[in-house]
């Protein structure tokens, strides 16, 4: 869990947004137990219906499970559901306003995979 939340966005969202994260990164595995609603609220000392409202969007997603009386659980798909739905999102705010600025700016595809290619990682 991280140490603090920000007042950017809704908590229950950045809660939801941590677990995908533990999951994308592998903190979090198929099988593993999260932390409950409980925990979220007693570490960032919120209502655990705020932690519950992200945790239920999860499961909704079909990214945990809920095994009564023990916790929720990261099912066996996660990790791919996640990885489908971070895909989508980066090519509908970032890959689709790219190729339509390059197009503006008469940029071939080629010149673009080039100026990509050329961008140092930093």
């Known amino acids: 869990m991280n140490n603090s939340l920000d007042e950017s966005k809704p908590i229950f969202q950045q809660i939801k947004e941590q ?7 592998q903190t979090l595995k198929e099988g593993d137990r999260v932390p409950s609603t409980n ?11 705020t932690a519950a409202k992200g945790i239920n969007q999860l499961v909704e ?3 945990l499970f809920k095994r009564r009386g023990v916790g929720m659980f990261v099912t066996d798909q996660a990790n791919r559901i996640l990885l489908k ?9 970032y ?3 790219l190729k ?20 140092k990682e930093e």
């Open 61 to 63: 997603e079909g990214i």
């Open 19 to 25: 677990i995908e994260d533990m999951i994308i990164n």
């Open 85 to 93: 739905k971070r895909k989508d999102t980066f090519i509908e705010n």
């Open 39 to 49: 925990e979220f609220a007693n570490h960032y000392k919120i209502n655990p219906a």
């Open 100 to 119: 339509t600025e390059a197009r503006k700016l008469n940029i071939s595809e080629d010149e673009l995979r080039e100026m990509i290619r050329g961008v």
């Open 95 to 97: 890959i689709v306003p």
